[in-house]
């Protein structure tokens, strides 16, 4: 029994890091992609525009469900969704996990 609990417990870690993204990789890609609009002067809490939202510290599940809205159409918006169709889940996984690690200024009131 325990056996089969460790070989369980070893492929939940697996799995957890076999989807896992990431940094360097996203660093790259959002310098690459995504700064011009969101990161004025390499900061992520000035998008070029105040209608564009701000992505540093935003939770990482909300960063990668966004982006695969946006490539499925569910929402619309002709830039990002010309955007994220270039994206893959490994891309959009990397992007998450560094933007999400960023220190942004938004937060939650209690």
Do not use: W
């Given at each position: 029994?325990?056996?089969?609990?460790?070989?369980?417990?070893?492929?939940?870690?697996?799995?957890?890091?076999?989807?896992?993204?990431?940094?360097?990789?996203?660093?790259?890609?959002?310098?690459?992609?995504?700064?011009?609009?969101h990161a004025q002067n390499g900061n992520w809490?000035?998008?070029?525009?105040?209608?564009?939202?701000?992505?540093?510290?935003?939770?990482?599940?909300y960063l990668i469900q966004a982006l695969h809205?946006?490539?499925?159409?569910?929402?619309?918006?002709?830039?990002?969704?010309?955007?994220?169709?270039?994206?893959?889940?490994?891309?959009?996984?990397?992007?998450?996990?560094?933007?999400?690690?960023?220190?942004?200024?938004?937060?939650?009131?209690?």
């Open positions: 029994m325990k056996k089969q609990m460790f070989a369980v417990a070893a492929l939940f870690a697996f799995a957890s890091f076999a989807h896992a993204g990431d940094l360097a990789a996203g660093k790259a890609k959002a310098e690459a992609q995504c700064a011009a609009c809490n000035k998008p070029l525009d105040p209608s564009y939202p701000k992505l540093a510290g935003q939770h990482k599940d809205e946006y490539q499925s159409g569910n929402r619309n918006n002709a830039i990002m969704g010309g955007q994220a169709a270039t994206l893959n889940d490994q891309d959009i996984e990397n992007l998450a996990t560094y933007l999400s690690s960023l220190n942004g200024d938004l937060y939650l009131k209690k």
